[in-house]
């Protein structure tokens, strides 16, 4: 049985950026949500004993099993969202090895803002935004609904919710906004780092 992993900081710490009222919502509703029906999907089942990665590389592409993989993999996006944001007292700069990758890979800091902006402002409808490794490189990625990097090839650092119900309370229709102030303000480069 799978449980809801506490959050890595005090839900009015992310706050003016995102609110603890956001929080309630998103960690204490949604979230949570997808924790209790994953769990009722696969009681009974081979994978009730299950990693959480493993459920969602066994049930990924399979139409009979998409409840399953829509609900597993939420569970483990909103783990990793929740991980890649950090306080907004918090240090503001990539360490030393990771800013190197992301000047290499992309020119700059600022470039990789803009590009990784341009990237979740496009994803049509609620998904992900992704910094992810691959090999030696940097890359930013997008998925749709409940889809992620897991079975790409690729290693994920860092995730940005813009499903509607990671902004609506505190941003309403402005998931530029949104996206401005998570960039700029609560991303947690030491996670980043430790997925290098």
């Known amino acids: 049985m799978l449980t809801l992993k506490p959050l890595p900081f005090a839900p009015a710490s992310l706050e003016p950026h995102i609110s603890a009222r956001t929080l309630e919502f998103h960690y204490g509703k949604h979230h949570q949500a997808y924790v209790d029906n994953l769990n009722k999907l696969i009681a009974g089942t081979d994978l009730e004993t299950a990693t959480l990665e493993d459920?969602?590389?066994?049930?990924?592409?399979?139409?009979?099993?998409?409840?399953?993989?829509?609900?597993?993999?939420?569970?483990?996006?909103?783990?990793?969202?929740?991980?890649?944001?950090r306080p907004a007292d918090a240090s503001l700069e990539p360490p030393s090895?990771?800013?190197?990758?992301?000047?290499?890979?992309?020119?700059?800091?600022?470039?990789?803002?803009?590009?990784?902006?341009a990237a979740a402002l496009g994803q049509f409808g609620s998904g992900w935004a992704w910094l992810v490794k691959d090999g030696a490189s940097l890359k930013i990625i997008k998925t749709a609904n409940a889809a992620n990097p897991l079975g790409q090839?690729?290693?994920?650092?860092?995730?940005?919710?813009?499903?509607?119900?990671?902004?609506?309370?505190?941003?309403?229709?402005?998931?530029?906004?949104?996206?401005?102030?998570?960039?700029?303000?609560?991303?947690?480069?030491?996670?980043?780092?430790?997925?290098?």
Not at 61 to 69: E, Q
Request: no cysteine.
């Open 153 to 196: 090839g690729v290693k994920p650092l860092l995730t940005l919710d813009v499903w509607e119900h990671a902004y609506y309370l505190d941003y309403q229709n402005r998931r530029a906004d949104f996206i401005e102030a998570v960039l700029k303000n609560l991303l947690n480069w030491e996670f980043a780092q430790s997925n290098l």
């Open 55 to 85: 459920i969602i590389t066994k049930t990924a592409g399979s139409l009979d099993k998409a409840p399953i993989f829509n609900n597993a993999a939420q569970v483990y996006n909103h783990d990793f969202f929740w991980q890649s944001l």
């Open 97 to 117: 090895d990771l800013l190197k990758m992301i000047n290499d890979s992309f020119g700059s800091l600022d470039s990789f803002y803009n590009d990784f902006k």
